[in-house]
């Protein structure tokens, strides 16, 4: 698999349609932006004109929903040839997926549903994951899930996740929201989860918002990504950035979306985070 | 089964009604059954699938309110569960689905109004096309002017109604909305989306200006067309239609070869 280019060890920020024109118009150094390409998937018209304009000026980020890459259908053929078309045309610095599945007997789920951690879904999972590289002619990241259910496994999810990232020659998007709720959810160590994870492996990192169940409270987190990034996540971010050294980080929201600014001073803050991160690599050099 | 298979087999029938939680005991740690927390699976795509909807059919969220709304969308996502692996279009057949509910909730004209919002909805993702200039008629000789067939804008769509629902898609596209009480009249109407640049433009079309574009969409020549509008409405202002279709901005081609077969 060819190297492929990566982004830029800057913070980055989910783009929002309501932000178009402000984030076409800011001058903010370093800033990436990261989209869903399933949003872009349409034959024309004004999201794709206005992605055009801005990749002009930023790196950018293909974060795929759809691809199912740990399901038992075969690839979705119109989305994948609609993923080629885009990445023909916008060329994104990175392009990463999910450990999920989001389909089955042809029904799409629309959501990211769970694998088990078992040696048989790791040996599924890499081999699809081979398979869409391979079809993509690119090396791709694979995000950790979010757990809300304890299911059996036989493996714990850093070392699932390891061992498809080298079985499979992906590399690891690491959602520390997700580490977060699933710390709270199903009881794991989130800073043992991290430091179980090596450096060499994390292409990109995501922060993002959660929000306790509407009906069960506090004690079990919905992945709602329509809060700010929580403390417990900052904290956690600034551990993992000192075990893995600085990483592009993306800034997630996507519902209540607030004015273009309040998600710059959030993407300020992991900046500052990665700049000394990146002092402290330079100092060590 | 391998336990892959029945894992997935399992949590997709949860996601899709098709499971209750307790059938996930089998996958859980001490095989416990999950109770109300399983629910997540389902939840978090019907909420997907029901904001790509509300998204796809802004007016008409507004029009019915968010009750009833919500309840639609759950019941066409139960029947018309999402197959393409993008929602950026999701919900094509919700128009058919609020007329054949039609007993159930009583707004005969619903259905249409749902057809208004698919045709800009359509509009709006539609292919991008350049235009063809509005003076690319004028050096044509009358001969050529008659037999020309035009082609339109990947955009253009023409929506037919059987209630006149245009001023209250209008409304509803506008802040600040009232769901008030008003009248509907059943009365067939016609409006015309097309996107000339980025945004979309609407246009309510008289009956003989519908009859003008659906049969130069057919692939009929000017002539033809006309001799369509003439026989709909004698008095019609042909050179004044002719310019407003030219004006409007959503033709990308004009072909004078001759073949016309009328």
Sequence with gaps: MPPAPSLPLHAGLGLKPDHYRAALETGCDGLWFEVHPENYMVDGGPRLAWLEALRANRALSFHGVGASLGGLDP?????????????????????????????????????LLPLPRTHEALSHLSDRIDMFQSSLGRRILIENPTNYLPFTSELDEPDFLVTVAR????????????IWISAANVGVDPYA????????????????????????????????????????????????????????????????????????????????????????????? | MTPLEQHIFL??????????????????????????????????????????LRSNYQRLARVVGDTFFRGLAH????????????????GHALPDFIDEA????????????????????????????????????????????????ISFHPSTTLVKTRWRLWELWQEAGEEGFSEAARTLLQQDDAVLFWRPGHEVSARQLPVSNTAFIES?????????????????????????????????????DINTETGDSQ
């Design chain 1, 75 to 111: 690839f979705n053929l119109d989305h994948l040839s609609r993923l080629k078309q885009l990445i023909g045309r916008y060329e994104p610095e990175q392009i990463s997926e999910h450990a999920t599945f989001s389909a089955h007997e042809g029904r799409y789920h629309a959501d």
């Design chain 2, 11 to 52: 949590l997709s029938g949860l996601a899709s009604r098709g499971a209750q939680p307790a059938d996930l005991a089998w996958l859980m740690v001490g095989r416990r059954e999950p109770g109300q927390r399983a629910l997540v699976y389902r939840n978090s795509g019907i909420a997907a699938c029901t904001d790509a």
């Design chain 2, 216 to 252: 130069l969409r057919n692939g009929d020549s000017l002539g033809t067309a006309c001799a369509r509008v003439l026989a709909l409405a004698p008095g019609e202002n042909l050179p004044g239609l002719i310019a407003g279709v030219l004006a409007a901005g959503f033709i990308t």
């Design chain 2, 102 to 149: 039609a007993n159930k909730h009583g707004l005969s004209w619903l259905g249409d109004f749902a057809r208004l919002e698919r045709g800009w909805l359509r509009a709006h993702l539609a292919a991008d096309r350049a235009l063809l200039a509005p003076t690319a008629l004028e050096s044509l000789g009358d001969e050529a002017l008659i037999s020309a067939r």
């Design chain 1, 193 to 285: 989860y991290v430091r179980a994870i090596p450096g060499e492996l994390v292409g990109e990192i995501h922060v993002a918002g959660h929000s306790p169940d509407p009906v069960l409270g506090g004690r079990f987190l919905i992945d709602s990504h329509d809060e700010p990034v929580s403390g417990g996540v900052w904290h956690l971010l600034k551990f993992a950035l000192e075990r893995w050294g600085p990483k592009p980080v993306l800034i997630e929201r996507d519902a209540k979306i607030p004015p273009f600014e309040d998600l710059m001073s959030e993407r300020s803050r992991a900046e500052t985070l990665i700049l000394r991160q990146k002092q402290m690599a330079h100092d060590a050099a």
């Design chain 2, 75 to 90: 019941a066409y996502i139960d029947q018309h569960p999402p197959v393409q692996h993008s929602l950026v279009g999701y």
């Design chain 1, 167 to 178: 079985t499979s020659g992906c590399g690891l998007l690491m959602d520390l929201n997700n």
